[in-house]
């Protein structure tokens, strides 16, 4: 999610950041950051049952192991609920309900409900990672995906093509297959 945020936030206009070109065709940039990185997100489209999961993301000389609980408390707002994980060594992810919004002419205010017992978890992994990660998350003990995919990263500059800094960013979308 992070690394889509931040190349949403890169198409933004000067003033956020971009670099400008000026009447004379020459470029100012500015000081904006970026972090490069894994976003990951596991998501399913069959309702998660309730229960303890367990997430296993491992590659030569580097793993992590998270849990966490379905279902998740009920917001008495009505807004989707979120948690974070519980991973050893720490890791940035977070389990979150998933919501269902209808398009209007209106501001999307209100025009989103949560789904039951639907839920995907995302995040941010920092770690300089190459090759092949497996993930692998289980419930109750029980095996509900198992993979091994290929990192591939693209290069991103958030103040535009010809400044800095470069970052490199992957994105890894896993689906459950259905029960």
Do not use: K
Not at 25 to 32: A, I, L, M, P
Not at 78 to 92: K, V, W
Not at 151 to 159: D, K
């Amino acid at each position: 999610m992070a690394l889509h945020w931040t190349l949403v936030a890169a198409l933004g206009v000067c003033s956020l950041g971009w670099a400008c070109e000026d009447e004379l065709g020459s470029h100012s940039c500015t000081d904006v950051g970026c972090v490069g990185g894994i976003s990951l997100r596991i998501q399913s489209d069959d309702a998660w049952p309730a229960g303890s999961y367990r997430l296993v993301l491992e590659q030569p000389g580097w793993a992590r192991e998270c849990e966490f609980e379905l279902p998740l408390e009920e917001r008495s707002d009505g807004r989707t609920a979120a948690a974070e994980l519980r991973c050893t060594p720490a890791l940035e992810l977070a389990v979150a309900q998933d919501s269902a919004c209808r398009q209007t002419s209106a501001p999307m205010i209100g025009n989103c409900v949560p789904v039951p017992n639907h839920y995907h978890v995302e995040g941010f992994i920092t770690d300089e990672l190459t090759g092949d990660l497996s993930v692998r998350l289980e419930r109750a003990g029980v095996t509900l995906v198992d993979e091994s995919r290929p990192l591939s990263y693209t290069e991103f500059r958030p103040n535009g093509p010809e400044c800095g800094p470069v970052c490199e960013g992957s994105n890894l979308d896993v689906v459950l297959p259905s029960e």
